[in-house]
Protein backbone atom coordinates (compact mmCIF):
# COMPACT_ATOMS: atom_id res chain seq x y z
CA UNK A 1 0.00 0.00 0.00
CA UNK A 2 1.11 3.41 -0.54
CA UNK A 3 1.95 5.60 2.38
CA UNK A 4 0.24 9.12 2.52
CA UNK A 5 3.31 10.57 1.85
CA UNK A 6 4.33 9.16 -1.42
CA UNK A 7 0.22 9.44 -2.51
CA UNK A 8 0.96 13.32 -1.89
CA UNK A 9 4.53 13.27 -3.97
CA UNK A 10 2.74 11.34 -7.11
CA UNK A 11 -0.14 13.88 -6.83
CA UNK A 12 2.67 16.76 -7.02
CA UNK A 13 3.47 14.87 -9.93
CA UNK A 14 0.17 14.83 -11.93
CA UNK A 15 -0.84 18.32 -11.34
CA UNK A 16 2.64 19.02 -13.15
CA UNK A 17 1.96 17.00 -16.00
CA UNK A 18 -1.88 18.62 -15.96
CA UNK A 19 -0.40 21.87 -16.19
CA UNK A 20 2.08 20.70 -18.76
CA UNK A 21 -0.70 19.49 -20.68
CA UNK A 22 -2.78 22.48 -20.44
CA UNK A 23 -0.09 24.16 -21.88
CA UNK A 24 0.11 22.47 -25.28
CA UNK A 25 -3.75 22.50 -25.23
CA UNK A 26 -3.97 26.19 -24.95
CA UNK A 27 -0.92 26.06 -28.09
CA UNK A 28 -3.52 24.25 -30.32
CA UNK A 29 -6.92 26.34 -29.04
CA UNK A 30 -5.23 29.23 -30.08
CA UNK A 31 -3.95 28.08 -33.49
CA UNK A 32 -5.84 28.28 -36.37
CA UNK A 33 -5.11 24.12 -36.80
CA UNK A 34 -6.64 21.52 -34.93
CA UNK A 35 -6.54 19.01 -36.76
CA UNK A 36 -9.84 17.36 -36.15
CA UNK A 37 -10.36 13.44 -36.95
CA UNK A 38 -12.91 11.22 -35.89
CA UNK A 39 -12.58 8.12 -33.54
CA UNK A 40 -14.37 5.02 -33.69
CA UNK A 41 -17.41 5.99 -31.65
CA UNK A 42 -17.88 9.62 -34.09
CA UNK A 43 -16.69 11.88 -31.02
CA UNK A 44 -14.01 13.93 -32.13
CA UNK A 45 -10.08 13.65 -32.01
CA UNK A 46 -8.01 16.50 -32.19
CA UNK A 47 -3.88 17.53 -31.84
CA UNK A 48 -4.59 18.98 -28.68
CA UNK A 49 -5.59 15.35 -26.91
CA UNK A 50 -2.87 13.72 -28.50
CA UNK A 51 0.04 15.89 -27.06
CA UNK A 52 -1.48 16.20 -24.56
CA UNK A 53 -1.92 11.97 -24.33
CA UNK A 54 1.80 12.22 -25.10
CA UNK A 55 2.94 14.62 -22.60
CA UNK A 56 1.03 13.03 -19.61
CA UNK A 57 1.69 9.83 -20.72
CA UNK A 58 5.69 11.14 -20.83
CA UNK A 59 5.02 12.04 -17.11
CA UNK A 60 3.45 9.29 -15.54
CA UNK A 61 5.47 6.70 -16.96
CA UNK A 62 8.18 7.90 -14.67
CA UNK A 63 6.34 6.74 -11.58
CA UNK A 64 6.27 2.92 -12.81
CA UNK A 65 2.30 2.80 -12.28
CA UNK A 66 0.34 1.83 -15.69
CA UNK A 67 -1.51 4.68 -17.43
CA UNK A 68 -5.12 4.05 -19.21
CA UNK A 69 -6.12 7.28 -21.12
CA UNK A 70 -8.86 8.04 -23.20
CA UNK A 71 -6.37 8.25 -26.56
CA UNK A 72 -4.49 4.88 -25.66
CA UNK A 73 -7.86 3.14 -24.63
CA UNK A 74 -6.39 -0.38 -26.71
CA UNK A 75 -5.37 -1.86 -23.13
CA UNK A 76 -7.19 -4.70 -22.99
CA UNK A 77 -9.33 -6.27 -19.90
CA UNK A 78 -7.31 -9.44 -19.78
CA UNK A 79 -4.20 -7.32 -19.06
CA UNK A 80 -5.55 -4.86 -16.93
CA UNK A 81 -7.64 -6.84 -14.77
CA UNK A 82 -4.76 -7.66 -12.38
CA UNK A 83 -4.01 -3.79 -12.09
CA UNK A 84 -3.98 -2.89 -8.41
CA UNK A 85 -2.92 1.01 -8.74
CA UNK A 86 -3.11 2.90 -12.35
CA UNK A 87 -3.72 5.82 -13.43
CA UNK A 88 -6.78 6.71 -15.02
CA UNK A 89 -6.63 10.06 -17.82
CA UNK A 90 -8.67 11.90 -19.83
CA UNK A 91 -6.06 14.51 -21.59
CA UNK A 92 -8.82 16.85 -22.85
CA UNK A 93 -12.35 16.27 -21.47
CA UNK A 94 -14.61 18.08 -23.62
CA UNK A 95 -13.01 18.08 -27.17
CA UNK A 96 -16.60 19.52 -28.01
CA UNK A 97 -16.05 22.86 -26.21
CA UNK A 98 -12.74 22.63 -27.41
CA UNK A 99 -13.93 23.02 -30.77
CA UNK A 100 -16.77 25.48 -30.04
CA UNK A 101 -13.93 27.37 -28.41
CA UNK A 102 -15.90 28.25 -25.16
CA UNK A 103 -13.14 27.66 -22.60
CA UNK A 104 -14.92 24.53 -20.74
CA UNK A 105 -12.79 21.71 -21.08
CA UNK A 106 -10.35 20.22 -18.56
CA UNK A 107 -7.42 18.04 -18.31
CA UNK A 108 -8.32 14.64 -16.02
CA UNK A 109 -5.68 12.66 -14.18
CA UNK A 110 -6.64 10.46 -11.54
CA UNK A 111 -4.77 7.29 -9.50
CA UNK A 112 -7.05 4.31 -8.69
CA UNK A 113 -6.19 1.61 -6.23
CA UNK A 114 -8.36 -1.72 -6.10
CA UNK A 115 -10.81 0.18 -8.39
CA UNK A 116 -11.59 3.16 -6.01
CA UNK A 117 -9.93 6.15 -7.32
CA UNK A 118 -7.89 8.22 -4.57
CA UNK A 119 -6.73 11.04 -6.18
CA UNK A 120 -7.54 13.44 -8.73
CA UNK A 121 -6.50 16.30 -10.56
CA UNK A 122 -8.45 18.38 -12.82
CA UNK A 123 -6.68 21.65 -14.45
CA UNK A 124 -9.18 23.96 -16.69
CA UNK A 125 -6.57 25.64 -18.60
CA UNK A 126 -8.27 28.94 -20.29
CA UNK A 127 -9.21 29.54 -16.78
CA UNK A 128 -6.45 28.44 -15.11
CA UNK A 129 -8.15 27.21 -12.54
CA UNK A 130 -6.93 23.47 -10.71
CA UNK A 131 -9.13 21.45 -8.27
CA UNK A 132 -7.28 18.57 -7.03
CA UNK A 133 -8.18 15.79 -4.03
CA UNK A 134 -6.77 13.18 -2.28
CA UNK A 135 -8.40 10.80 -0.32
CA UNK A 136 -7.90 11.72 3.41
CA UNK A 137 -6.47 15.32 3.10
CA UNK A 138 -9.66 16.27 1.78
CA UNK A 139 -10.32 18.30 -2.02
CA UNK A 140 -9.05 21.87 -2.89
CA UNK A 141 -8.97 24.45 -5.67
CA UNK A 142 -6.51 27.45 -6.32
CA UNK A 143 -6.74 29.74 -9.45
CA UNK A 144 -4.10 31.76 -11.41
CA UNK A 145 -2.69 28.28 -12.30
CA UNK A 146 -0.84 29.53 -15.51
CA UNK A 147 0.11 26.83 -18.39
CA UNK A 148 3.30 25.97 -18.59
CA UNK A 149 5.90 23.67 -19.67
CA UNK A 150 8.13 24.06 -16.69
CA UNK A 151 6.24 23.56 -13.82
CA UNK A 152 7.21 22.74 -10.51
CA UNK A 153 4.00 22.52 -7.93
CA UNK A 154 4.12 20.93 -4.66
CA UNK A 155 1.35 19.54 -3.12
CA UNK A 156 2.37 20.86 0.28
CA UNK A 157 2.71 24.22 -1.04
CA UNK A 158 -0.80 24.13 -3.18
CA UNK A 159 -3.03 23.46 -0.15
CA UNK A 160 -1.14 26.30 1.76
CA UNK A 161 -2.87 28.84 -0.47
CA UNK A 162 -5.34 27.05 -1.95
CA UNK A 163 -9.46 27.12 -0.87
CA UNK A 164 -10.87 23.66 1.01
CA UNK A 165 -13.69 23.14 -0.57
CA UNK A 166 -16.72 22.91 -0.06
CA UNK A 167 -16.84 26.66 -0.04
CA UNK A 168 -19.64 27.82 1.36
CA UNK A 169 -22.50 30.05 -0.67
CA UNK A 170 -25.89 31.19 0.11
CA UNK A 171 -28.33 30.80 -2.93
CA UNK A 172 -32.20 31.70 -3.67
CA UNK A 173 -32.28 28.35 -5.82
CA UNK A 174 -32.19 25.24 -5.95
CA UNK A 175 -29.12 24.84 -8.81
CA UNK A 176 -28.97 21.84 -11.24
CA UNK A 177 -26.44 21.16 -13.41
CA UNK A 178 -26.60 19.45 -17.27
CA UNK A 179 -24.27 18.82 -19.62
CA UNK A 180 -23.79 21.35 -22.42
CA UNK A 181 -23.52 18.87 -25.53
CA UNK A 182 -25.29 16.00 -24.26
CA UNK A 183 -28.95 16.74 -22.80
CA UNK A 184 -31.72 13.59 -23.43
CA UNK A 185 -35.37 13.47 -22.59
CA UNK A 186 -34.74 11.68 -19.25
CA UNK A 187 -32.45 14.17 -18.12
CA UNK A 188 -35.39 16.71 -18.76
CA UNK A 189 -37.97 14.49 -17.57
CA UNK A 190 -35.75 14.42 -14.22
CA UNK A 191 -35.14 18.04 -13.97
CA UNK A 192 -38.98 19.01 -14.45
CA UNK A 193 -39.48 16.52 -11.65
CA UNK A 194 -36.95 18.69 -9.41
CA UNK A 195 -38.89 22.07 -10.48
CA UNK A 196 -42.06 20.05 -8.95
CA UNK A 197 -39.97 19.42 -5.86
CA UNK A 198 -38.69 22.56 -5.35
CA UNK A 199 -40.14 25.05 -7.10
CA UNK A 200 -38.45 27.45 -9.10
CA UNK A 201 -34.82 26.21 -9.69
CA UNK A 202 -31.92 27.58 -11.77
CA UNK A 203 -30.68 25.32 -14.41
CA UNK A 204 -27.30 25.49 -15.77
CA UNK A 205 -25.09 24.11 -18.83
CA UNK A 206 -21.92 23.40 -18.67
CA UNK A 207 -19.09 21.50 -20.54
CA UNK A 208 -16.41 18.41 -19.45
CA UNK A 209 -15.98 17.52 -15.27
CA UNK A 210 -16.19 21.10 -14.79
CA UNK A 211 -19.74 20.19 -13.75
CA UNK A 212 -18.37 17.31 -10.78
CA UNK A 213 -16.72 20.37 -9.70
CA UNK A 214 -18.83 22.72 -9.53
CA UNK A 215 -20.95 20.44 -7.10
CA UNK A 216 -18.04 20.08 -4.83
CA UNK A 217 -16.67 23.55 -4.71
CA UNK A 218 -21.02 24.17 -3.23
CA UNK A 219 -21.95 26.43 -6.42
CA UNK A 220 -24.89 24.00 -7.49
CA UNK A 221 -26.84 20.96 -5.77
CA UNK A 222 -27.37 18.48 -8.21
CA UNK A 223 -26.21 16.51 -11.34
CA UNK A 224 -27.96 13.99 -13.27
CA UNK A 225 -26.05 12.55 -15.87
CA UNK A 226 -28.22 9.91 -17.95
CA UNK A 227 -26.11 9.99 -20.96
CA UNK A 228 -23.13 7.92 -21.93
CA UNK A 229 -19.80 8.56 -19.67
CA UNK A 230 -16.60 6.58 -19.90
CA UNK A 231 -14.28 6.31 -16.84
CA UNK A 232 -11.79 8.64 -17.25
CA UNK A 233 -15.06 11.07 -17.52
CA UNK A 234 -15.58 10.47 -14.33
CA UNK A 235 -12.48 9.60 -11.65
CA UNK A 236 -11.02 12.35 -11.01
CA UNK A 237 -13.83 14.28 -10.26
CA UNK A 238 -15.30 11.98 -8.00
CA UNK A 239 -12.29 12.38 -5.69
CA UNK A 240 -12.85 15.82 -5.89
CA UNK A 241 -16.49 15.67 -5.06
CA UNK A 242 -16.40 12.62 -2.60
CA UNK A 243 -13.78 14.86 -0.27
CA UNK A 244 -15.41 17.86 -0.53
CA UNK A 245 -18.37 15.62 1.26
CA UNK A 246 -20.98 15.59 -1.88
CA UNK A 247 -21.90 11.98 -3.33
CA UNK A 248 -21.44 10.62 -7.01
CA UNK A 249 -24.00 7.10 -7.41
CA UNK A 250 -25.11 5.19 -9.63
CA UNK A 251 -29.13 6.78 -10.82
CA UNK A 252 -30.43 3.12 -10.82
CA UNK A 253 -28.57 1.12 -7.88
CA UNK A 254 -27.62 4.13 -5.54
CA UNK A 255 -23.74 2.03 -5.38
CA UNK A 256 -20.73 4.30 -5.58
CA UNK A 257 -18.94 4.41 -9.03
CA UNK A 258 -16.35 1.77 -9.22
CA UNK A 259 -13.44 1.49 -11.63
CA UNK A 260 -11.70 -0.85 -14.30
CA UNK A 261 -14.18 -2.34 -15.18
CA UNK A 262 -14.47 -5.31 -18.57
CA UNK A 263 -16.67 -2.39 -19.50
CA UNK A 264 -15.43 0.61 -18.91
CA UNK A 265 -19.03 2.93 -19.96
CA UNK A 266 -20.29 4.05 -16.41
CA UNK A 267 -23.68 3.87 -15.43
CA UNK A 268 -25.92 6.94 -15.48
CA UNK A 269 -25.02 8.54 -12.35
CA UNK A 270 -25.93 11.54 -9.97
CA UNK A 271 -24.28 14.04 -8.45
CA UNK A 272 -25.28 15.10 -5.21
CA UNK A 273 -23.86 18.23 -3.00
CA UNK A 274 -23.31 17.87 0.45
Known amino acids: MIDQTELRNLLSTAINAAVRAGKLILNVYNSDEFQVNLKSDRTPLTLADRQAHTEI????????????????????FEERKNWECFWLVDPLDGTKEFIKRNGEFTVNIALIVHGSPIMGVVYVPVLKDLYFG?????????????????????????????????????RDKFVVLSSRSHMNAETEEYIANLEKKYGEITHKSQGSSLKLCMIAEGSADIYPRFTPTMEWDTAAGQVIVEEAGCHIVAADTKQRITYNKEDIHNPWFIVKAK
Open 57 to 76: LNSLTKTRIPTLSEEGRDIQ
Open 134 to 170: LKGDGSFKIGSIEPSLEPTYRYDQLTKSAIKLPVTTK
